[in-house]
């Protein structure tokens, strides 16, 4: 089946344009994971879902960024006033369940604020 | 939650050779996740280990687990070209209901 989708794979946005990025899971997975990942750093923790509802959004940098789903099935990341040190590729994963069950990444969106 | 850390940061080695990597974390886990990262690719789960288990095997991967160190490390044996990638551990908390990843060790296999 198909795996976890995201888009646009790559985005070039001016300083202070707001950016939306969306993620596809996997069909039937109820919990949705964003991480954003900078250049030779690890994989920072911003929100995930459970359903439709995020339980726990203590890792988005700033009330820049916020996070939806419906239908219990695709996401979007927005940005608004996007600023240079939001450059970081934005990975989405998804997990049948939370907890103890393996996540499935996708290939990420590549953000480049100019 | 918490992050595990990866050591070494850094790995080269040839072709054929092991590579071992290593993970740490502060708290109890319920689980601990390995991942490789392959360069502009996402993230594929390579093995989940339990809290209860000590050892686990997939193909050429073996994982073991140390609760009382709270260490685990991932083995490549026989090392292929093809496993240059970036490998994360993912500790996960029994009050947490996500793993966190830490920098990763940066594998690079010389053919």
């Known amino acids: 089946g198909a795996g976890v989708s995201q888009s646009p794979s790559n985005k070039v946005t001016e300083k202070g344009k707001d950016v939306e990025l969306r993620c596809d899971p996997i069909?039937?997975?109820?919990?949705l994971y964003w991480y954003r990942q900078s250049l030779g750093q690890g994989l920072e923790f911003l929100i995930y879902?459970?359903?439709?509802?995020?339980?726990?959004k203590s890792g988005l940098p700033s009330d820049r960024f916020s996070a939806e789903r419906t239908g219990g099935s695709v996401s979007t990341l927005t940005i608004q006033r996007t600023q240079q040190e939001d450059s970081a590729v934005y990975l989405c994963?998804?997990?049948?369940?939370?907890?103890?069950?393996?996540?499935?990444f996708g290939p990420g969106t590549r953000l480049t604020v100019t | 939650s918490q992050q595990g850390e990866e050591d070494p940061q850094a790995l080269s080695i040839q072709e054929g050779e092991n590579a071992t990597m290593n993970c740490s974390y502060k708290?109890?886990?319920?689980?601990l996740q390995w991942y490789r990262q392959n360069s502009g690719r996402g993230l594929v789960h390579l093995i989940l280990?339990?809290?209860?288990?000590r050892e686990k095997h997939s193909g050429r991967l073996r994982v073991t687990l140390d609760t009382s160190k709270k260490s685990s490390s991932l083995l490549i044996t026989a090392s292929r070209a093809a496993d240059t990638a970036s490998y994360f551990c993912?500790?996960?908390?029994?009050?947490?209901?996500?793993?966190?990843f830490g920098r990763g060790t940066s594998l690079i296999v010389h053919p």
């Open positions: 708290t109890s886990i319920n689980n």
């Open positions: 993912a500790p996960k908390s029994g009050g947490s209901y996500i793993p966190t």
């Open positions: 069909s039937g997975h109820t919990a």
């Open positions: 879902f459970q359903g439709n509802s995020a339980p726990d």
């Open positions: 994963a998804s997990s049948l369940e939370t907890g103890s069950y393996e996540q499935y």
């Open positions: 280990i339990r809290s209860n288990e």
